[in-house]
């Protein structure tokens, strides 16, 4: 791809990175340069981002309904899985989908609800008051 034929189109994280890409330049030779995106890649990623979004409300939804612990929702807001957040806590996955239930988790001590809340960058009532 030439220099000038490089996509500027504007995406969900123009903002904060830019890619890198190899171009040619006008002597026909191989050069880095910055694009801000491309259409198709912006396309993609708010699709994902709309997945996402998605699976935070339905997390959300569970809590307020008292299906789910507010663990479950704020796992999904910050895009971890059972393995991701065992690995924050120090907790087994065994343990932590029993802290997904809201009887198992009112009954959790605060000190197992610290780590949870500094693996989310939340406070401990913030986790506690969490009501969906």
């Known amino acids: 791809m030439k220099k000038e034929d490089l996509p500027q189109e504007p995406g969900a994280l123009s903002r904060l990175t830019r890619e890198l890409c190899y171009v ?3 002597d026909g030779k191989y050069e880095t340069a910055l694009s801000k995106g491309w259409d198709i890649k912006k396309e993609a990623l708010d699709s994902a981002w709309v997945e996402v979004n998605d699976r935070v409300e339905e997390a959300r939804k569970a809590v307020a309904n008292g299906e789910k612990s507010p663990v479950y929702y704020f796992m999904e807001l910050n895009l971890m899985d059972l393995a991701v957040l065992s690995g924050y806590t120090g907790f087994f996955v065994f343990f932590i989908k029993r802290h997904l239930k809201p009887s198992v988790f009112s009954s959790l001590s605060d ?3 610290e780590k949870y809340a500094k693996a989310f960058d939340i406070t401990v ?3 506690k008051n ?3």
Do not use: C, Q, S
């Open 111 to 113: 000190k197992k609800l």
């Open 130 to 132: 969490f009501k969906g």
């Open 125 to 127: 009532d913030e986790l």
């Open 24 to 26: 040619k330049n006008e």
